[in-house]
């Protein structure tokens, strides 16, 4: 099995930064795309970043220039920095990851960590 452990949430000004972790581990090959989503209240889930294995990046048009994804291969770590943030950036953020094992491909999401932008 495989599991993906998101931290780092947590309340801030508008203004202000967060770094947001998710930590993989479990039985795997290797993790080809890690990506971000979010979920604010009744809206639906929504694309917010990704990375691929090759470094490949794509950002939501809402957070370009102000999020930043990277990874850590050797330790399995996935990481969204987060700057200027925004009220309208308050949701519940998601870490996912799509992971190799057994020759095949999966998808594989965390449990969320709440990020709340607010003075």
């Known amino acids: 099995q495989v599991q993906l452990v998101e931290s780092g949430g947590g309340l801030v000004q508008p203004g202000g930064s967060l770094r947001l972790s998710c930590a993989a581990s479990g039985t795997f090959s290797s993790i080809n795309t890690m990506a971000w989503y979010r979920q604010a209240p009744e809206k639906q889930r929504e694309f917010v970043a990704d990375l691929t294995s090759g470094g490949g990046t794509n950002y939501a048009d809402s957070v370009k220039g102000r999020f930043t994804i990277s990874r850590d291969n050797a330790k399995e770590m996935g990481y969204l920095q987060m700057n200027s943030l925004k009220p309208e950036d308050t949701a519940v953020y998601y870490c996912?990851?799509?992971?190799?094992?057994?020759?095949?491909?999966?998808?594989?999401w965390g449990q969320g960590t709440q990020v709340t932008v607010s003075s």
């Open positions: 996912n990851a799509h992971v190799a094992r057994w020759g095949q491909i999966a998808s594989y």
